[in-house]
């Protein structure tokens, strides 16, 4: 049937108006053309300015828009963790444009499709009309129940049109989010907007700008005999295609967007049309909007077209949108028209006809098929016809149209359209690409591939070879020291390059601009540079990616044969060579972010500034952390170079900090094989920017912070305030082949595993092969982390599974994948040696609800399939079970994250990871605890050394003969109880809790322990005291009857001589009564003699069958007095059998493959053959097996020695003296030992050693029998004690002879008494006082064991003697205490004397109120209860029991005292001078008492690890004596050179450190002696010496030790009988260390 002509265009124009029956039938497009909506210049002048704006008003009140049109809507409101999509039925009104935008930003193209929950009866979908009772029905009941005129509310709203919901989020966003917005839309299949009007104004928009970002690809099909396919990339904005405009004039019942639909994806509604879900009449915000959809062909035979064409539609009656549809036609390339009749006729179709053009006119009232009336021109018929007929000639009719010439249209032209607003003209916008334009012309006309080796020339070759010599310090051979030393220098070279290039235009230009720029100004500035460099490489990566998969698929097709012939090998070596031109192409805006990260690092390790603020490199971490800030992705680690930038990375965060404050994050790591779809998924679930476009996959890492918000925090009590993401490369990458594939994953793996609190493995497809290869990956990188501590979890994501809602399918799918994960983890427990079983075992993992099954990303064939709406719905379940697992954990903070990346990176450079693991922060964390737990511990010793200087006292003064446990926990429990107290807030207050929580139980037992070793301690040393007292007993007892006949005695002789005699004559009487009585006192008493320990030694030693000769030379020799110093121990050590000898001497010339230098003169001089080959010579050692024999045999004689110096503690000497057989006893161990210790080694020791150690032990041992036996003779002794007295009562004898009374000689002997115990007590209690200021005020010792060892180091650096270094290598121990003692007597006597003697004056006014007190009460109390001097005595005693020991007095010669006050008087007279001299009283004088304040401050800081590292002799640092189970550990190891250790069979002296042996490919002997060797990287295995260090792998080594070796390389040589050359030569960058960097390096190195 042919169609009827168009009436003539020059026929009177009619205005097309609607009948009411017509719009009763039309439903959402067709309201569009009626004269009643509120669209277009005509409707507004009709209707009013005032009602467009109140009903626009009203609809943005609705939606809770209405501040919204001035304070835009940003990205920001969206780019954080918010309460989880709400599903459509469970949205309200008010709601309904946030949970669009989220739906949407989640990319799910239901967005638009939400439904509205009924919150009120004024909103509805449908009208109701009353309900009648009657159940009468006749013809007029029936004509009332279809009668819908009647009883509607027409007050009543109906739900807000989808469309304008749409349209209204787009109005009320700022530029970022409107495209951020219109990108999903894209990605959703959905068209957008390109002309807008603006709903108050009506000035029409073309959102250019927000388009800017949007990149298609597609594949073009050129028509020829071989069909050829073309793959095209570039910004949608860029592209010339063809455009059909579809416009309606009138009023029509077919659809035109549904029609649209039907041509470009009939699956799938890219225009909103009536059909669709939530479509109503009522609409306010799309009249007169354009919208433009393109089609992509995907290269298939059923493609609708062969190349992209855009397809707009405008919206609304084209004759009320006059404007528009002129700025259409005039762009288009076909017009499709759709008009009701062709009876009626309009100046719009005269135009159209007469152009040029093509034109299709479809007639709603025509049944015809397309005719061709004009060339050109086509008229279709609508009428009874299905869409699909229509859909299929208009495709044909376009596809004729334009297979002939045909103007092109490009989005960038529209912003030359006159009448126009292009988004982008604005001046912000425009300031921001010129700034981008300046760059970018730098590159104008420039191969794409050239771009990065001209303009950002640090990233390079530079980089990366930086990268590889880096990689290199880990795996070094040979002379290790010098090699390294070497590498570093070409490091320091590479940085200094890259500092002379790195001021290109480009980077110049760039940090220029976002140093200048205003924040707003700068967002636009980066989004222009995204923009325009996308553009720029987009089309060039398209043609390499398209050549690199057909290359690709040769290459698999031919290993599916088997080929193996040389056409393979060229084929793979053409592909090696796109890829490479792949890389070269990729260029975007994190290369440039990446050069800046380079250009810092350079110059900061150069130590560089620059004045210039421009060009400040110092600058750029700001720069870079305000973008992390604002939501940009970082770079973590460089996939091109394989290498995670530290230094930039760690000054990028600690600006975030700065920024910020140290927040606490929650990591997500995401893993899985490469193009799986992270980033996609990872954009989808918390609207992210992470590139996925073509070429673009995630090469390396990218990190981005995330916001959480209040509500979901405080929803979920969440203990963060960031999400961390990290995107990370692919594993099992295409550009990486066998081994290395497998090492780079493990690497990726381990490290991002560790980095992150929570891991998503994302697993893509069902391919079991690839499945079980990403399974072993990342279940050793979980069993590595189970190893160093590190406890993450994890979820499983698996990808595009054909049927996710098969619930037996999961279950069955996931026994498998929990079978895999089991299997795996036995496999990898092997790799790892550890003990597991199954995944279980490793990570906390529950695989029903730790595995998520995702659908399929497109619902189709891309590229033009939508994204599947059941994946949208996968992520949102997924981030729902992320969030709740979160909530479980306490995340770091971003300090911790800084130290972990460092920790993470560091031991992953070293094959053996969880050996070279060191969690920094972990470290600084217990290092501060072990600060406060050496408080709680002073807080402890303190308060008992109170308690027991008060004891002691009470014993003393016999008030007190049984010391119970029981009273000592009582007397404690006060202070015990507040320390358990501190305790406890310590491990729940502490931001650190979650990693203080690991040593929790083990120092509440420690407490617990110190606190009842105290208590045992002191009650063992009180039970000694009183052992002691009741040991005198006896003698006690005589010494009160001879005090009270003396006293008589002396009375009545004074009295019988007063007033006769002279001085001279009393003093000969008072000695004959004097003789007489010590006669008796001493009557059947034997004296006790000096003990001779010298004779007895040498006695016990020949007893034991040692010649004279040997032990006389022995002793005259005094070696052995620094037996436990030597450098070593070769004339001690004997052969066993000329066998061995033989053997020894093949295996070492066999093992030693280094030639070196041989024996010269010196070794020879020093040394014999012989002992050059039984491996005990230091000289006979390999490289960097350093003098482990001789450390051996250092080891066994402290080992003897503190052994021995235990037991003889044990014997009573104090108590019952000294006996020669205690030696006899320990010398006959000493020689136990030796054998025992002989019998498990390769060479026997010789007679002299055996003789001097046991003179060693008897010389360690002499100072405390000595001391202990004069305690003996002291308290055993008649004749010292009547000695000691002597004095004493002549003084009383001569104050009876004066006359003075009872009450003044009873004073007098009180204050003798007195003098003595005051100034005991003040010099114990400032003992006490002394050692508690310096241990909370003095440095050294207010802090761990590793402060201490700090200040001991600087102390030997600052007197550079090398016998007291030796003394610290040899005994590190006793150079602690000696350090300890001098800083103690400096403090005393010099730098803080004043200090030092005001706590000692302070103490003695403390004593003197106490007596005061005490004679005072005492006093008082015998007045009152009128008692006699007895009770005086008693009373003030028991006053004085715990403070002043007060020696017996007998009163039956005093008991003619009554008059107490003048007691009293005579008292307080005898004080006065007493108190007078303890004012002057000297510190010295604090030597001869009891308690020495260095000695209390030894105990408490000595009571600690001091095990030395098996290759170094280290000593480690750990506060705790027995810190079981963590490991032996040191900050810094040192040069072997500086135990001895050296090269066998040369007298080369090893400089190696072992940090840095153990990252070296070297091998060492563990006991000197064994012909099997040891990798360092294995040194655990080595022995049990061995497998309690940890000595991690560390490129740097302390300046302090090289400082060392170069200061005393003579006495080095001349004390080890050695020569640093050779391999042993001492690198000359340590020869630039001075003393005082060497003394600053120990303040870097072990700050606290």
């Not at 990176?905 to 600084?924: C, D, G, R, Y």
């Not at 005898?1470 to 260095?1494: A, C, H, N």
């Not at 391999?1623 to 600053?1640: C, D, L, M, V, Y």
């Amino acid at each position: 049937m042919e169609c009827d002509p168009v009436e003539d265009p020059h026929e009177p124009q009619h205005s097309v108006t609607k009948s009411a029956s017509a719009a009763s039938n039309n439903t959402e497009e067709e309201m569009e053309i009626s004269t009643e909506v509120t669209s277009g210049p005509s409707e507004t002048k009709g209707k009013g300015t005032v009602d467009v704006e109140k009903e626009i008003e009203t609809l943005l009140s609705r939606l809770h828009l209405q501040d919204k049109l001035q304070q835009k809507l940003s990205p920001a409101d969206f780019l954080k963790i918010g309460p989880p999509v709400k599903p459509s039925n469970d949205t309200c009104e008010k709601e309904l444009a946030y949970t669009f935008l989220q739906t949407l930003l989640a990319l799910d193209y239901r967005a638009r499709h939400i439904l509205v929950k009924q919150e009120s009866p004024e909103v509805s979908h449908s009208q109701s009309a009353p309900v009648s009772d009657s159940t009468d029905t006749d013809d007029n009941d029936l004509d009332e129940f279809f009668n819908t005129d009647e009883d509607s509310d027409q007050s009543k709203q109906t739900h807000v049109h989808p469309m304008d919901v749409q349209m209204a989020v787009f109005h009320c966003s700022d530029s970022f989010l409107k495209q951020d917005m219109v990108k999903k839309l894209s990605q959703c299949q959905y068209a957008l907007p390109l002309l807008v009007p603006d709903p108050v104004t009506m000035d029409i928009e073309c959102p250019l700008w927000t388009l800017r970002q949007i990149i298609k690809t597609w594949k073009v099909t050129e028509i020829n005999d071989k069909d050829t396919i073309t793959m095209k990339s570039m910004p949608i904005c860029k592209a010339e295609t063809p455009m059909v405009s579809f416009f309606r004039l009138g009023s029509l019942s077919q659809s035109k967007s549904h029609l649209m639909n039907s041509l470009i994806n009939d699956t799938h509604s890219t225009f909103f049309h009536r059909n669709c879900k939530g479509s109503t009449k009522s609409r306010h915000l799309m009249d007169g909007v354009a919208e433009i959809a393109w089609y992509f062909p995907a290269g298939n035979p059923n493609d609708s077209f062969t190349d992209c064409i855009a397809f707009c539609n405008l919206h609304g009656d084209a004759l009320m949108t006059e404007k528009q549809h002129e700025i259409l036609i005039d762009k288009s390339s076909v017009n499709v028209v759709f008009v009701p009749t062709t009876q009626k006729s309009t100046a719009v179709l005269s135009a159209l006809l007469k152009s040029p053009k093509p034109l299709i006119i479809l007639v709603a009232d025509k049944d015809c098929g397309g005719v061709e009336k004009k060339p050109g021109k086509y008229i279709v018929g609508l009428k009874e016809r299905s869409q699909s007929d229509v859909a299929e000639e208009l495709k044909m009719t376009i596809k004729k149209t334009l297979s002939g010439p045909h103007t092109s249209f490009q989005l960038e032209s529209m912003s030359k359209v006159s009448g126009v607003r292009v988004d982008e003209d604005d001046p912000v916008c425009q300031k921001g690409k010129s700034a981008a334009m300046k760059i970018l012309n730098l590159l104008q006309g420039m191969d794409i591939s050239k771009i990065k080796e001209k303009f950002l020339p640090c990233q390079g070759n530079l980089w990366h070879e930086w990268c590889r010599i880096k990689k290199e310090l880990y795996h070094l051979q040979g002379n290790i020291e010098k090699e390294k030393s070497q590498k570093e220098q070409a490091l320091t070279q590479i940085r200094q390059e890259q500092c002379s290039v790195s001021h290109t235009n480009l980077m110049k230009s760039f940090t220029e601009s976002l140093l200048s720029l205003p924040s707003t100004h700068k967002e636009y500035f980066l989004k222009w540079m995204q923009i325009l460099i996308d553009a720029l490489s987009t089309d060039d990566l398209a043609s390499i990616l398209q050549r690199y998969d057909e290359k690709w698929s040769e290459v698999l097709a031919l290993k599916n044969e088997h080929d193996k012939s040389p056409l393979l090998d060229r084929k793979q070596n053409e592909l090696e060579q796109i890829s490479k031109e792949l890389q070269s192409a990729t260029f975007g805006l994190e290369h440039i972010f990446r050069e800046m990260g380079q250009i810092y690092e350079a110059h900061k390790s150069q130590k560089k500034q620059t004045h210039n603020r421009q060009t400040d490199w110092s600058k750029y971490p700001e720069l870079a952390a305000d973008l992390m800030i604002s939501g940009h992705p970082m770079e973590l680690m460089d996939g091109d170079a394989g290498y995670a930038p530290l230094t930039w990375i760690s000054s990028v965060l600690e600006e975030v900090i700065r920024k910020l404050g140290d927040q606490t994050v929650f990591v997500l790591s995401v893993l899985g094989v490469q193009s799986s779809g992270k980033s996609t998924m990872l954009n989808a679930m918390f609207g992210l920017q992470f590139a996925v476009s073509a070429g673009r996959y995630t090469k390396g890492a990218f990190m981005q912070l995330i916001k959480v918000s209040e509500e979901i925090r405080n929803y979920l009590k969440l203990k963060f305030d960031y999400f961390l993401v990290v995107d990370t490369e692919g594993l099992r990458a295409v550009e990486l082949a066998g081994n290395t594939t497998t090492h780079h994953d493990n690497e990726l793996s381990t490290f991002f595993v560790g980095l992150g609190n929570m891991t998503l493995i994302n697993i893509f497809g069902e391919n079991s092969a690839e499945m079980q290869d990403v399974l072993q990956i990342v279940v050793q990188a979980f069993m590595r982390m189970k190893k160093v501590k590190l406890s993450p979890s994890c979820v499983f994501v698996h990808q595009n599974v054909s049927d996710i809602g098969a619930a037996e399918k999961n279950m069955d799918g996931k026994r498998r994948l929990q079978e895999k994960l089991d299997d795996m983890a036995q496999l990898a427990a092997k790799e790892e040696d550890c003990d597991v079983k199954c995944f279980s075992d490793v990570i906390a993992f529950d695989v029903q609800k730790d595995v998520k099954y995702f659908a399929q990303l497109w619902e189709g064939s891309p590229p033009m399939a939508p994204p599947n709406p059941r994946y949208s719905e996968n992520v949102q379940e997924l981030k729902h079970i992320i969030l709740s697992k979160a909530s479980q954990s306490s995340g770091i903070t971003l300090s911790y994250l800084k130290r972990k990346i460092q920790d993470l990176w560091n031991a992953l450079m070293n094959e053996q990871f969880v050996f070279s693991f060191k969690n920094t922060l972990e470290i600084a964390v217990y290092r501060k605890f072990e600060v406060q737990y050496a408080t709680w511990t002073w807080t402890l010793r303190s308060n008992m050394l109170t308690i027991e200087n008060q004891l002691h006292t009470r014993i003393e003064n016999g008030k007190l003969d049984v010391v119970e446990n029981s009273y000592l926990f009582t007397e404690m429990s006060k202070t015990f109880e507040k320390i358990k107290e501190e305790m406890n807030l310590y491990f729940e207050d502490k931001r650190d809790k979650d990693m203080l929580v690991q040593w929790r139980g083990r120092f509440e037992q420690k407490i617990k322990e110190f606190h009842e070793e105290q208590v045992e301690g002191v009650k063992k040393t009180l039970d000694e005291v009183v052992q002691q007292k009741k040991a005198r007993k006896k003698l006690d007892d005589k010494k009160t009857e001879f005090e009270n006949k003396l006293l008589q005695k002396s009375k009545e002789l004074a009295h019988s001589l007063k007033d006769k005699a002279k001085e001279e004559e009393l003093k000969s009487q008072f000695n004959t009564v004097w003789g007489e009585l010590v006669s008796e006192l001493s009557a059947g008493i034997k004296p006790i003699e000096d003990i001779t320990l010298e004779e007895d030694q040498i006695s016990v030693l020949n007893l034991l069958g040692f010649e004279w000769g040997l032990i006389k030379e022995c002793k005259d020799s005094n070696r052995y007095q620094v037996l436990s110093k030597l450098g070593h121990y070769s004339d001690y050590v004997n052969q066993k059998t000329q066998r061995d000898l033989s053997e020894e001497s093949h295996e070492s010339k066999k093992e030693n493959k280094d030639t070196g230098k041989q024996g010269t003169d010196v070794l020879k001089s020093a040394f014999n053959y012989f002992k050059q080959v039984t491996g005990i010579v230091p000289t006979t050692q390999q490289k960097g097996n350093s003098d482990l024999s001789h450390e051996q045999i250092r080891s066994f004689i402290s080992q003897v020695e503190q052994q021995s110096l235990k037991k003889i503690q044990t014997k009573p000497v104090a108590t019952r003296g000294y006996r020669s057989t205690y030696l006899q006893e320990m010398a006959q161990n000493v020689q136990t030992k030796v054998t025992e210790f002989e019998s498990q080694k390769p060479y026997a020791l010789r007679k002299e050693f055996t003789v001097d150690l046991s003179l060693y032990v008897f010389d360690r041992a002499g100072r405390w029998l000595s001391q202990s036996h004069e305690t003996y003779r002291k308290n055993n002794n008649a004749h010292t004690y009547s000695e000691s007295k002597k004095d004493q009562y002549y003084s009383i004898f001569r104050s009876f002879w004066k006359g003075n009374s009872s009450a003044a000689v009873f004073g007098e002997m009180i204050c003798e008494n007195l003098k003595v115990s005051a100034v005991q007590a003040v010099c114990n209690k400032t003992a006490i006082d002394l050692a508690g200021e310096m241990r909370c005020s003095f440095p050294a010792f207010s802090g761990n064991r590793l402060n201490l060892e700090k200040h001991v180091l600087k102390s030997l650096a600052e007197k550079e003697d090398f016998k007291s270094f030796i003394t610290y290598i040899r005994d590190p121990r006793s150079q602690a205490e000696n350090f300890i003692k001098d800083e103690v007597h400096k403090y005393m006597f010099k730098e803080q004397s004043h200090k030092a003697q005001n706590i000692l004056k302070n103490n003695v006014d403390d004593i003197s109120e106490f007596v005061s007190k005490a004679l005072f009460t005492a006093t008082q109390e015998v007045k009152t209860q009128k008692g006699g001097t007895d009770m005086w005595m008693e009373q003030f005693s028991s006053l004085l029991k715990d403070k002043l020991t007060l020696d017996t007095i007998s009163c039956q010669n005093f008991r003619d005292i009554n008059n107490f006050d003048f007691l009293k008087e005579e008292i307080e007279k005898g004080l006065v001078p007493i108190k007078t001299e303890m004012s002057r009283l000297s510190l010295d004088k604090m030597k001869d008492f009891r308690l020495q304040p260095d000695q209390i401050l030894i105990d408490q800081l000595c009571r600690c690890c001091w095990v030395t590292c098996p290759f170094c002799a280290a000593v480690c640092t750990n506060t705790l004596e027995d810190h079981s189970p963590d490991d032996h550990n040191v900050p810094f190891h040192r040069s072997g050179s500086v135990n001895g250790g050296g090269f066998k069979n040369t007298v080369e002296m090893s400089v190696d450190f072992c940090t840095t042996d153990v990252a070296s490919d070297n091998s060492f002997y563990p006991d000197g002696v064994s012909e099997v060797s040891v990798p360092y990287k294995q040194y655990r295995t080595a022995g049990p010496r061995f497998a309690n260090w940890r000595i991690t792998p560390d490129e740097s080594v302390l300046t302090y030790w090289t400082w060392f070796v170069c200061r005393f390389q003579q006495e080095l040589e001349n004390y080890y009988g050695r020569k640093f050359e050779g391999r042993g030569e001492i690198p000359s960058q340590w020869r630039t260390h001075t003393k005082q960097q060497a003394i600053e390096s120990l303040d870097e190195t072990y700050s606290a």
